[in-house]
Antibody, heavy 121, light 109 residues
């Protein structure tokens, strides 16, 4: 079955760039019908949608993060990635990658286990 | 893009029913039938329990049901069981972006 796994540094210094990768196994990221997504959860708080990317490279971002955010996709590696620039302590969170079913619907049917990212000097 | 409004907590005894509300606006919940609900146990990733307002994924018990009226969606857990104790989040599509609710803690007394 399809699985998602996040990877990347657990500690990032303030003002630097947070970079995470989600590796998709058990299925191809190139097929249509899904948005490949990032969602984060601040400590003790709710879920926050960050953005998603289609296999074609088309992206949609949370407007509050848009100026600092890049989501990209590498179909040859079956991965998609997140880069968040100029991070602050407010970006400390658990970051999840997820698959969103699209096409006359929108819901997250598969999630990675999440990766803790702490922004601190 | 304000978060959808959910009660902070609800509780019920085993076997009872609880309902969680999720209030949005005419730009999200009120317009799109793309409301989904997620269950999250501590330290775990969210799990889909309802999609498209009232559709249940395979493997989710039929005691979970969803509905919508106007700008408010609801999740009902009937016949509450101990393993249902968790946080629940609603989510709505809002036209090229997605909004989550603030989350509701369900306690089984």
């Amino acid at each position: 079955q399809v699985q998602l796994q996040e990877s990347g540094p657990g500690l990032v210094k303030p003002s630097q760039t947070l970079s995470l990768t989600c590796t998709v196994s058990g299925g191809s990221i190139s097929g249509g019908g899904y948005y490949w997504s990032w969602v984060r959860q601040h400590p003790g708080k709710g879920l926050e949608w960050i953005g998603y990317i289609y296999h074609s490279g088309s992206t949609h971002y949370n407007s509050s993060l848009k100026s600092l955010l890049t989501i990209s996709i590498d179909t040859s590696e079956n991965q998609f990635s997140l880069k968040l620039n100029s991070v602050t302590a407010a970006d400390t969170a658990v970051y999840y990658c997820a698959r969103a079913v699209s096409g006359a619907t929108l819901y997250f049917d598969l999630w990675g286990r999440g990766t803790q990212v702490t922004v601190s000097s | 893009q304000s978060a959808l409004t959910q009660p902070r907590s609800v509780s019920g005894s085993p076997g009872q029913s609880v309902t969680i509300s999720c209030t949005g606006t005419s730009s999200d919940v009120g317009t799109y039938n793309y409301v989904s609900w997620y269950q999250q146990h501590p330290g775990k990733a969210p799990k889909l329990v309802i999609y498209d307002v009232n559709q249940r994924p395979s493997g989710v018990p039929d005691r979970f049901s969803g509905s919508k009226s106007g700008n408010t969606a609801s999740l009902t857990i009937s016949g509450l069981q101990a393993e249902d104790e968790a946080d629940y989040y609603c989510c709505s599509y809002a036209g090229n972006f997605v909004i989550f609710g603030g989350g509701t803690e369900v306690t089984v007394l």
